[in-house]
């Protein structure tokens, strides 16, 4: 039967997840403070060995020899009653004839944890060797103190806490670049803390879905994007905007990509909007994106869901460049396209109708399509010569062109953040206004015309009715001349 002290240890061991070993050299090491706190003299090397089985301990004096060597001379001690006299410290730092300084002699002496081996042989061992360890037991006279016994406390606290920090990072550390299961703590400020168990992660803004909300108790997966050990511990960052999370996504749902029939050659992606993924098959009777979207969907739908809504574009790779950038523009449909190898740039035409599905809202199909192939791609219509929109993967252009076919301006620079869509939009609503402006003039016009006609109208109107009404005078009076012969 195990004793209860062992008993112990090993429920620690399993509560903290940390090994038996660890909890065992935690425990010699409290021993080993608890002794130099009342029993302990100043040159000694104390060491514990704890026998887990009985409970019992035994300390040693552990020195290792050294050769002979002289030390310096120590300071006399002053008279009792005496001060001691103030000496200046002077660091003068050993230099050489060249002015270099020299470099260190070698180890120097420390009496702690070292012993000569002149006063070894004397005292200790009379056969012991240059190099050799040498461990004297010592004795406990009596049972330890209070502060002592809180010492032991304090050491065993802390050593069990880095023993578990230590065993929480290697954990992690061995889960970097990988995609987990978490619950969502809460948030701090722009933060948003990540419960993944045993430890708490960070997602700060930049790994943050745009569209996304986080409210705690959410269960989400994201991507551990690195693991380091900081003072209180291992601090993990984790995110959902990160590309790879479609690439574990597509291999935890696709069969075909884990079993590596189906390889994915690359993966682009705006958070919360589209993404792109190309991907090829190794067998000839397996087509890559038949296998990827599944029946009727399902499997895409499947990783479309997890991304809360995020278009998921699924292309065919080649090795052929141009009919690589022909399948990343779609859906559009390319009429004709001519690379520069040198500059990697790849001119796009495309029929009217295909020009805004190619250049997608904002740019970012052919952006996407940009950063998936490496190729700087000009968007243009057939027939004219100015770009329509110039992708060079993080940075685009936006080029207007007037009726004659020549630029109206510079073009206009865009990053990530959609400063050509902004700009585009401004246009956009100038010439929206300009239109407005224009209508409401010609409705002027056309009321100020309506107006005149009303009113000529009216003057007819006028005309008519006193021709009708001399008309029924007429009449009347007729009537009344025939009445008047008649009788």
């Known amino acids: 039967m195990s004793s209860p ?37 100043k040159d000694q090397n104390v060491k514990v060995n704890f026998d887990k089985e009985t409970g019992d301990f035994d300390v040693f004096d552990v020195k290792t020899v050294v050769e002979d060597m002289e030390l310096p001379e120590e300071e006399e001690k002053p008279a009792e009653g005496e001060k001691p006299r103030a000496r200046p410290i002077v660091a003068v730092p050993a230099v050489g004839p060249d002015g270099e300084p020299l470099e260190d002699e070698g180890p120097k002496f420390n009496p702690k944890t070292d012993i000569m081996v002149s006063a070894a ?11 050799e360890e040498i461990r004297t037991q010592l004795e406990v006279p009596s049972a330890f103190g209070r502060m002592a016994a ?47 168990g045993r430890v708490t992660g960070v997602m700060p803004p930049d790994e943050q879905v745009p569209t996304e909300r986080y409210a705690p108790g959410d269960r989400v997966k994201v991507y551990i994007v690195r693991v380091e050990m900081a003072t209180r511990g291992p601090e993990i960052v984790v995110s959902r905007s990160h590309p790879d999370i479609i690439r574990r996504l597509f291999t935890l749902e696709i069969p075909e990509v884990a079993a590596g029939t189906v390889e994915i050659h690359g993966v ?73 190898a040198d500059s990697r740039t790849a001119d796009v035409l495309v029929d009217e109708d295909q020009l805004s599905l190619a250049i997608g809202r904002g740019g970012q199909n052919v ?14 219509k057939i027939g004219e010569t100015v770009a329509a929109f110039v992708a060079d993967g993080t940075e685009s252009a936006v080029v207007e062109a007037d009726e004659s076919g020549k630029e109206a301006g510079e073009p206009v620079e865009a990053n990530e953040t959609g400063d050509a869509e902004e700009k585009s939009v401004d246009v956009e609503l100038a010439e929206l206004k300009n239109d407005n402006v ?14 005149d006609d009303d009113g000529s109208t009216e003057e007819i109107d006028e005309i008519e009715e006193s021709t009708e009404e001399s008309a029924d005078e007429s009449e009347m009076s007729a009537v009344d001349e025939t009445e008047e012969e008649g009788r």
């Open 5 to 41: 002290i062992y008993q112990a240890i090993k429920q620690l061991s399993e509560e903290k997840n940390i090994p038996e070993e660890s909890v065992i050299e935690t425990i010699e090491a409290a021993l080993a403070a608890a002794f130099r706190k009342d029993f302990g003299e």
């Open 121 to 131: 042989r004397e005292k200790l061992k009379p056969d012991v060797e240059v190099g």
């Open 150 to 196: 809180q010492t032991a406390k304090q050491v065993i606290i802390q050593k069990i806490r880095e023993a578990e920090r230590i065993k929480l990072f290697g954990e992690f550390k061995d889960r970097e670049h990988e995609l987990v299961n978490a619950t969502v703590q809460r948030r701090e400020g722009r933060l948003v803390l990540i419960d993944l």
């Open 268 to 340: 682009t992606r705006e958070a919360g909007a589209r993404a792109k993924v190309s991907v090829s098959s190794h067998q000839e009777n397996i087509d890559p994106i038949g296998s990827c979207i599944g029946q009727r969907g399902t499997r895409i739908q499947t990783v479309i869901s997890e991304l809360g809504g995020e278009k998921v574009d699924v292309i065919l790779f080649d090795e052929d460049p141009a009919t690589y950038i022909m399948n990343a523009l779609s859906p559009a449909k390319v009429v004709e396209i001519k690379l520069d």
């Open 367 to 380: 952006r996407l399509a940009s950063r998936l192939t490496g190729w700087k791609i000009n968007i243009r």
């Open 438 to 451: 224009e209508e409401s003039e010609s409705e002027d016009q056309a009321e100020e015309s309506a107006d």
